[in-house]
């Protein structure tokens, strides 16, 4: 299933854009003819089966508490073969798990040995050559109709966009993989481009963070691109996975003008009919504010819009900017940034976790949709607070509100699925977090709001609420609507489950809450 003015001036401009950007530390497959089969969606199977009481539904607290294994893989890149989970990253970096909750890490680093590419200094010479670089960014892996494993590789300078894009081939997912060669080329300066002009960073691509993918009529496709000039789609060959010819760089769907704008990842829901565009905005490192967000389209090449109506082919710094935030922070439904979920007097105190729960620069997802349990999973890489520049992989489930956009559980997946819920089951104090529109390295901190059974939102922003049907959530914040979930799911921080809402309003703005966890006598 799993995808800058004059030259001298550009190179330099380019130095900290992509220092920032994605760089770090069979039938089954999930990308196969691409999620297009009629299938009951996950809100609706629940609600059919689920006629009991909320404390009897399958979401209800366990004996057991979910076992997390972690795992560090940065730009995290998800493929699904029979029934194990893989991530591809970059650095050559790959991990699997059976549960999206236990992870083992297959290989990393761009060394001879890597058993993804044993021999890979000399595999893919010409790329790092090119790129003048010693390591591999971010990778994507699909499956195609022969069977085979196609991983788009790609290496970029990092104080400019040179990079270059290629593709291996492998009989197995775990490789090892055989190169075919390089497919696209950018930072060229004064030389012309794939498509005819002069390369000029500000409109032409970065030619890295591709994701490939099949649309819902088997058409294969390759969004990718990074700050410079913006992010780009091609229509690509099923048979051979390379690009269709005379197509150039493909065309643009968003960014330019050295917009911090990234890590494209697309996917089709057969439950709403949307191509979902995710995207991270903003710099990759601690202090660098990414945070993820999305648009959708009906069409795989766009145009996308967001919540509001907004194209995003209008989403890219001023020109004669650089990183000119302010103009693209408007674009785009935004899902998470920092946040912190602060511990409440009278929780459990001991966890480590406890005191300072919450994520840093979360971004450059891919994500999931399981077909037989209409189940949507976000899967990124996050930075932590107090933990530098510390990453791991985290998976979220995610669900679509009333509108038809994602909404992100607050917490990791730890198995739990949604269910019919009672007022009983919701009333109570919730640590909430607004996690804004901004392009901003300041953290998100929780505050303490009660949600009553008489439909009142108190406490630190008021309101109103009401569960509508089984699960959907309606929050209305100081005058303004926002369209969700509840559900229950596991607060490792507080190692018990609890109630949470999800909620996003039309502006792209979302909204969490995670019941306080009040310690048993």
């Not at 001036?9 to 999620?35: G, I, Y």
């Not at 229509?235 to 003008?257: A, F, I, R, V």
Request: glycine share 10%.
């Amino acid at each position: 299933m799993k995808m800058k003015k004059s030259i001298k001036l550009a190179a330099a401009a380019v130095l900290t854009a992509a220092l920032l950007s994605a760089c770090t530390d069979s039938d089954n497959s999930s990308k196969d003819t691409a999620n297009n089969s009629s299938t009951t969606t996950q809100t609706e199977s629940q609600a059919d089966a689920t006629t009991e009481t909320s404390n009897e539904t399958s979401d209800a607290p366990s004996a057991e508490a979910p076992v997390f294994e972690n795992v560090s893989v940065h730009d995290p890149s998800v493929l699904k073969v029979d029934e194990t989970y893989y991530v591809f990253g970059s650095h050559l970096a790959a991990a699997k798990s059976n549960d999206l909750m236990k992870w083992s890490l297959i290989d990393s680093g761009v060394i001879d040995g890597n058993v993804l590419i044993p021999n890979v200094m000399e595999e893919l010479k010409e790329t790092l050559d090119w790129a003048e670089s010693d390591t591999l960014w971010a990778a994507d892996v699909i499956q195609l109709a022969d069977g085979k494993f196609y991983m788009y590789y790609n290496a970029c300078k990092g104080d400019s966009p040179r990079s270059a894009l290629g593709v291996a081939v492998a009989d197995k997912v775990e490789g090892p993989y055989k190169n075919l060669g390089i497919i696209l080329k950018s930072g060229q300066w004064g030389e012309v481009s794939p498509d005819g002009t002069v390369y000029d960073a500000t409109i032409h691509p970065n030619v890295v963070d591709p994701d490939t993918f099949f649309d819902k009529d088997g058409k294969l496709w390759m969004v990718y691109g990074s700050y410079s000039g913006g992010i780009f789609i091609m229509e690509m060959d099923p048979k051979t996975g390379m690009p269709l010819p005379d197509q150039g760089y493909g065309k643009k769907l968003l960014g330019g003008n050295h917009s911090r704008i990234e890590g494209p990842y697309m996917l089709y829901s057969p439950q709403t009919d949307y191509y979902y565009l995710f995207l991270s905005y903003g710099g990759l490192a601690a202090d660098g504010g990414y945070n993820i967000r999305v648009a959708r389209s009906k069409n795989p090449d766009g145009p996308f819009v967001d919540s509001e109506g907004q194209d995003l082919i209008d989403a890219m710094g001023a020109p004669g900017t650089l990183f000119d935030d302010p103009s693209y922070a408007p674009y785009g439904v935004k899902l998470m940034g920092n946040f912190k979920f602060n511990s409440v007097d009278g929780e459990p105190t001991g966890n480590p976790y406890a005191i300072d729960f919450g994520y840093v620069s979360p971004g450059h997802n891919s994500a999931y949709y399981d077909e037989k349990t209409g189940q949507y999973y976000l899967i990124f890489h996050t930075r932590f607070p107090s933990r530098g520049e510390a990453h791991e992989v985290r998976v979220h489930q995610m669900f679509m509100n009333a509108d038809g956009w994602p909404v992100v559980a607050p917490h990791r997946y730890g198995g739990e699925t949604i269910g019919k819920y009672a007022v009983s089951d919701i009333v109570g104090d919730y640590k909430y977090v607004n996690h804004g529109h901004d392009i901003t390295a300041e953290t998100v901190e929780s505050v303490v709001v009660t949600l009553s059974e008489d439909g009142k939102v108190s406490g630190a922003v008021t309101g109103t609420w009401k569960l509508d049907g089984d699960h959907n959530a309606v929050i209305t914040v100081d005058g303004v609507d926002y369209k969700g979930v509840f559900l229950r799911e596991y607060d490792e921080s507080m190692e018990t489950q609890v109630m949470t809402f999800s909620a996003l309003s039309d502006k792209g703005v979302a909204i969490w809450g995670s019941h306080v966890a009040l310690e048993t006598k």
